[in-house]
C-alpha cells in the first residue's frame, strides 16, 4: 500500500552541489510529476512525464532535469544548488488521461545555503 | 491574471459552522476540476473531484459554473480536523498537467 515514496524526506545542500531526488509509484500510472511549492506561490509544476522514455517541461524547468526510464521511477536532478531552490518538492503520479485526480508523495524539504 | 485564484483566507470559524470558499479559473477550456486538501507541512491529498451538475460526499458539497468559470466548496456542520487549507484544481486539458490554486486556510474553533 505505498502509493508514491520519495527519498529523502529532508535534505540541506551548500550552493552548487548536485543531488537527486527519488520518486517512485506502485500504481502503474504513466503520469508523474514534480512540483515545487513555496509560501504564497502554492504548488508549481517544474517537470512531467506521460511515460516511460517521454518527459517535458512544467511552468518552472529550470535548474531540474528529470528522466524516466520505467514507468515506477521518476527521479529530479538539482544540476548546480542555488538558494532559490529551496523549497517543499512534491511528485504526484496519476492516470495519463485528463480529468483524473493525482497521487501525491510525502515530499521532500529541501534546503540550499 | 493567475490561472487559478482563490481568497488565502484565514477563515476563523466555530465548530458546527457553515462555511464557503470560491475559487475562479481563467482558462475557459479547463476540463477538469478538483479539491484537494492540505494539512499544514503535509502532501495535498484529494478531496473531492468537481462534477458539472454539482456533487456532495458527507458534508462537503461541490459545484462548478462553467458560465462565470467558477467552483465552490460547501462545508457542512464543521469540525476541528476540517482545519486545513483547501486548494482549489484545474485540469486545463493537454493531458493530466493541474493547475493549483495557492489554496484558502481554514481554521474551525471550539
Known amino acids: 500500500n505505498a502509493g508514491v515514496t520519495q527519498t529523502p524526506k529532508f535534505q540541506v545542500l551548500k550552493t552548487g552541489q548536485s543531488m537527486t531526488l527519488q520518486c517512485a509509484q506502485d500504481m502503474n500510472h504513466e503520469y508523474m510529476s514534480w512540483y515545487r511549492q513555496d509560501p504564497g506561490m502554492g504548488l508549481r509544476l517544474i517537470h512531467y512525464s506521460v511515460g516511460a522514455g517521454i518527459t517535458d517541461q512544467g511552468e518552472v524547468p529550470n535548474g531540474y532535469n528529470v528522466s524516466r526510464s520505467t514507468t515506477e521511477d521518476f527521479p529530479l536532478r538539482l544540476l548546480s544548488a542555488a538558494p532559490s531552490q529551496t523549497s517543499v518538492y512534491f511528485c504526484a503520479s496519476g492516470d495519463v488521461r485528463g480529468g483524473q485526480p493525482q497521487h501525491f508523495g510525502d515530499g521532500t524539504r529541501l534546503s540550499i545555503l | 491574471r493567475k490561472e487559478v485564484e482563490q481568497d488565502p483566507g484565514p477563515f476563523n470559524v466555530p465548530e458546527g459552522a457553515t462555511v464557503a470558499f470560491n475559487c475562479t479559473y481563467s482558462n475557459s477550456a479547463s476540463q477538469s476540476f478538483f479539491w484537494y486538501r492540505q494539512d499544514c507541512r503535509k502532501e495535498p491529498k484529494l478531496l473531492m473531484s468537481?462534477?458539472?451538475s454539482g456533487n456532495e460526499d458527507g458534508r462537503f458539497t461541490a459545484q462548478l459554473n462553467r458560465a462565470s468559470q467558477y467552483i465552490s466548496l460547501l462545508i457542512r456542520d464543521s469540525k476541528l480536523s476540517d482545519s486545513a487549507t483547501y486548494l482549489c484544481v484545474v485540469n486545463a486539458g493537454g493531458g493530466n498537467k493541474l493547475t493549483f490554486g495557492t489554496g484558502t486556510q481554514l481554521k474551525v474553533e471550539l
Open positions: 468537481v462534477y458539472s
